[in-house]
């Protein structure tokens, strides 16, 4: 069983930034990606940014230049380092973790921009 710890979510004012933090633990063998999704209200969930285990990395044209995406492998550990958030970047963001080929998904945290 692998469960994943987010946090760092919370409030914040356009412009500004936050970072994410969504740390597993449990039964890993191999982690093979992590990621970070977001949903809005009324919305699909999408994805924001991942990192591969060679440390590829991919964003939505929406948060490129603005969000980057980092792991620390000794810790089982992914961040998601948030910069000149906007209003749009609202939503609940998850985090998700591929471990032995398997998806796992943390509970969520609440990201809330003001304008």
């Known amino acids: 069983q692998v469960r994943l710890a987010e946090s760092g979510g919370g409030l914040a004012q356009a412009g500004g930034s936050l970072r994410l933090s969504c740390a597993a633990s449990g039964s890993i063998f191999r982690i093979n990606a992590m990621a970070w999704h977001r949903q809005a209200p009324g919305k699909q969930r999408e994805l924001v940014a991942s990192?591969?285990?060679?440390?590829?990395?991919n964003y939505a044209d929406s948060v490129k230049g603005r969000f980057t995406i980092s792991r620390d492998i000794a810790k089982n550990t992914v961040y998601l380092q948030m910069t000149n958030l906007k209003p749009e970047d609202t939503a609940v963001y998850y985090c998700?973790?591929?471990?032995?080929?398997?998806?796992?998904w943390g509970q969520g945290t609440q990201v809330t921009v003001s304008s």
């Open positions: 990192i591969t285990s060679d440390t590829s990395r």
């Open positions: 998700r973790t591929v471990v032995d080929y398997q998806d796992y």
